[in-house]
């Protein structure tokens, strides 16, 4: 369905934001395969200049594959790494992104390498064999994921669909924000069951700070532990939550059963209430078009929650 | 040689029980939720004297399920730790043995990394995967270094040499099954480090019978304990058998160990530091180190882990704090009494 309208997007897009470039909608095809060369830069990683629309990409990051494929660009990814684990038609290899190796990589002939970090000089050690690398790196704000969708568009030969995505995905997500009866709640995201968490200074505490929600983490200072502290039990309890969020329900088994369970935990308000969510581990993690699946979530959570 | 003739005399351990009890109740007045160090008092008497409770039943839970617990759990993991610290200088004859030694850390780090890769959503077993994983490697990797050992020769040596080839296979094993699955690494990582935050009476109830049956063990043994430091040779002239009691006492220390291990993760310097304090304070025999072992180790991981809780805003490894404290200590003592050492 949106692969459909895309193009139609595309041709739209053009012709409202073409003043500035306007020889762009007489050269646009319908696949809107964009301008090349062309230089592109996520927030915070190294710009990178490609000559021509890549057509044999190597995706590292699952929320960079998640996106690729959501604006189109799936039929040029050859291999992804094994944490990829969506979209299904995603060509899954053992390849990794926590350590990835030049030579593994190499075998797949790519002319576009998308990484989420490059600690090892792995943009190095690719350009030696002629290809380019494009760091992805964590998405610490929403706008700095919409700001992916569109280098991902624009690196890839889809500049419109980038745009038209982070433009959808941002009204989509305000819409439902906007929708949300907004109540002060406290919330608790667990990360795993030793109660590392996220502050409010990271990707998914600014979601949820869209919502007005406060986050139990937060102490003196959001940034400290790197927004990941550990928390003691003993502080999750004297918080008293009022929505506790599950991102280890996937990798660890965790649910509303499961929390109650643990010792002393009955006696918070959010599991007597019934408001412990178990999130889908994988889409609580990444900054891919899918957050708007997350946001809703976490909007049905909020509205269902008593005042 | 050990200086044998002193004896654990009754004030030295009255003053140390002493020490352990006042650790304790600090450690439960005041922890990581700010309750009040009053109203927690007030709790325990009217607990005590069923009076009125001063805390609501979420300030209860946090006491009596989370925090008492949490304590105890500290004081129990110290206590094993410290006493199998003790018995493994001794048996050793080597005053930096600790109860890692023989492959216990290796093999519980092995199996728990094993349970987190392969069964990652176990859950709702009575007994958590991973602290039962862990006990079982623990002595797991006890037990294969003693065979190995043993079929060298057997001797003190040759055991400690088998230690660290079976600990370095079992490492190894652990690395490789990491590289299978690196998103399980931080979960590995974390228990690695140890720490209590996740304690509740169930780990109590995994970890004390097996420490208590432990202590029992190798404070009887105390004395055989003394004449095998004189050397073998002597032991053996004195109508004991060596390498029986070594077997012994090396089984209750590991048992002590994995079950440690099994509940709190690897918690280092405590089994060096804890024994080499007592000895400088009290002397060297046996019969002293290895009561006073337990009471130290348990005062001293309920004082670490009430670092680990309150010192930050969140929880600090425990591994960690007691690494901290542990080892410029350990340094001091060795610069101290390097005379002893060489």
Redesign the interface.
Known sequence: MFRRIAPLFAVLLVLAGCATRPSEDSTAPPEAEGVFPVTVAAPGAPAVTLDRQPQRIVSLSPSATETLFALGAGPQVVAVDSASNFPEQAPRTQLSGLSPDPEAIAAYRPDLVVVYADTTGLADALARTGTKTLVMPDAKTLDDAYAQFEVLGKATGHQAEGESLARQTRDDIDKIVADTPKRSLTYYWELDQTFYSVTSATFAGQVLTRFGLTNIADGADPTASGGYPQLSAERILQSNPDLIFLADSKCCGQNAQTVAARPGWNTLTAVQRGQVIALDDDIASRWSPRIVELVRTVADAVARTGA | MPDTRTRLRAPVLVAGLVVLVAVLLFAVLV?????GWQRVLAEIWAQLTGGQSPLS???A??VW???V?RVLLAGIVGAALAVSGATFQGVFRNPLADPYLLGAAAGAGMAATLVVVFA?????WVVGPLPLAAFAGALGGVGLSWLVGRSAGGSTSTLLLAGVAVASFLTAIQTFAQQLN??TI??VY??MLG?L??S???EVLIAVPYVALAAVVLCLSARLLDVLALGDAEAASLGLRPGRIRLVVLAAASLATAAAVSVSGLIGFVGIVVPHVVRMLAGASYRVVIPLSLVGGAAFLVLADQLA?TVM???LPLGVVTAFTGAPFFAWILRSSRRRFS
């Open positions: 922890g990581a939720s700010d309750l039943a979420r300030e839970a946090i399920q989370l925090r617990p990652p959503a176990v859950s709702g690196t998103e931080r979960q974390t228990w720490g935050n996740v509740g009476w169930r809780r805003p969140g929880e």
